[in-house]
């Protein structure tokens, strides 16, 4: 009966991991209405959210004791429920919570019941079930898995008209999918010698995608997270060598970053990009004014971003695009939940990249190189889109990664207090 519920548990697991990456494409052959298609994929995550607590009352004691420890990370669920008081949409800042409170839970029972090297081991059959449906997609179904090539559904539908989403509904989503992909495939390369061979064919599977989305934002990330890896790695050195090579890094980096500001212009033709951003320099001027209209409180969660309908139709006005999303997870998260809200995430984060910097250097394994890279990998990401505190794969992450680094530290605590009692024990032996 066990291994008949573990497994059932690890394919609701698996399903649902693969849902969380938003796979609208997917959706499409269910519902061909966007309204429809919203509708689909809030009744999937009420689902999820009732199995989920099911499974959280299953293992209630082992989840419960955990999940009471991380206050940071519930104050930020609560401000979101009760920005529903102040929202400019009440009844999608209740809709959009529930969502998150959902999402959140599954993170929280993720991060819990399964330990890092597990949850890298479904993950990596999530990120390669997706890319193998988004290949056949791509080549058997192009109305679905080609941008263009079957329902339009904006201007940016036509203008990436023949290019690759795969089982997303945006060729940008497939390539930030796939980065993140990569990257644990890439782990897995370092980690696992038996079946290294499988994860190079998922790395090389999720960078052929990646290059095939056309997603220069994903792949400037993916470049960017792979080559700070040997600096991480360093952080395990004897101080004497550590810190020389991190000062080192961080002047390579700047000479860098000074060479392409200097020559930005030339960077961004080459990269097909013009001097605005594709236009985000007066999306972002325009939303820093509506941010300082409310500046304290935001907009409501998921109140502001509703069309013409929304405070989002000021920002339409000016940017003549029908922008769903501030291109900035920053400033997102600012307009829906104010600098209260977006202050308790960035406390929170600090303190989580804080733990995953001293986990590497406290241990040995590639594995425990995965929560600085995935912190990395998310905060270089939101620059630029805003994936940040969304009902998606990467709030399902980064809300597991808590839970599982919390788990690591109180074992390593305990292990060194058991040794450290039974050190007491001989001496009083001893002693006697």
């Known amino acids: 009966m066990n291994i008949v519920l573990n497994f059932i548990e690890k394919v609701f697991v698996l399903l649902t991991l693969i849902l969380f990456t938003e796979p609208l494409a997917l959706l499409e052959i269910f519902a061909s209405d966007k309204n429809l298609i919203f509708r689909l994929q809030v009744f999937l995550l009420c689902i999820i959210g009732l199995i989920t607590i099911a499974f959280i009352i299953l293992y209630k004691k082992q989840i419960i004791y955990y999940a009471i420890k991380e206050k940071l990370l519930w104050l930020l669920v609560l401000i979101s429920i009760f920005s529903i008081f102040w929202s400019a949409k009440p009844l999608w800042s209740v809709i959009s919570s529930i969502m998150l409170l959902n999402t959140t839970l599954f993170g929280v029972y993720f991060g819990i019941r399964y330990s890092l090297k597990e949850q890298m081991q479904i993950l990596a059959w999530a990120f390669g079930v997706s890319a193998i449906l988004s290949i056949i997609f791509a080549v058997a179904l192009p109305s679905y898995g080609v941008m263009g090539m079957g329902y339009i559904y904006s201007s940016q539908d036509i203008g990436h008209r023949g290019v690759w989403q795969g089982i997303y509904g945006h060729k940008n989503a497939l390539g930030q999918y796939m980065s993140l992909g990569g990257l644990i495939f890439l782990s897995f390369t370092q980690t696992s010698i038996q079946y290294s061979w499988i994860a190079w064919i998922g790395f090389a599977l999720s960078i052929s995608l990646l290059l095939i989305s056309t997603s220069k934002t994903a792949l400037v990330v993916f470049l960017a997270v792979i080559a700070l890896i040997p600096l991480y790695k360093a952080l395990r050195w004897n101080h004497t060598f550590a810190i020389p090579a991190c000062i080192f890094t961080v002047l390579v980096f700047g ?41 304290w409180l935001g907009y409501g969660y998921g109140g502001f971003w509703r069309g013409w309908e929304g405070e989002s139709a000021d920002v339409w006005r000016v940017v003549n695009w029908d922008v769903s999303h501030a291109h900035n997870g920053f400033l997102n998260l600012w307009l829906d939940i104010g600098l209260l809200g977006l202050s308790v995430f960035v406390v929170s984060y600090s303190i989580l990249y804080l733990r995953a910097v001293s986990w590497v250097r406290i241990t040995k394994s590639s594995w425990n190189l995965i929560p600085i890279i995935y912190l990395t990998f998310l905060l270089f990401f939101n620059f630029t889109e805003s ?29 060194y207090s058991f040794f450290q009692q039974k050190n007491r024990d001989k001496k009083n032996k001893i002693t006697n």
Not at 405 to 413: A, C, D, F, T, Y
Request: aromatic share 10%.
């Open 387 to 415: 994936p940040l505190m969304k009902e998606n794969i990467f709030w399902v992450l980064y809300v597991s990664l808590i839970f599982s680094m919390h788990k690591m530290s109180l074992n390593i605590s305990q292990t």
């Open 255 to 295: 000479v860098l970053a000074t060479l392409l500001v200097s020559n930005l212009d030339t960077v961004l033709q080459l990269l097909g990009r013009d001097i605005k951003l594709s236009g985000r320099t007066l999306l972002w001027a325009i939303i820093g004014y509506k941010i300082w209209q409310r500046p």
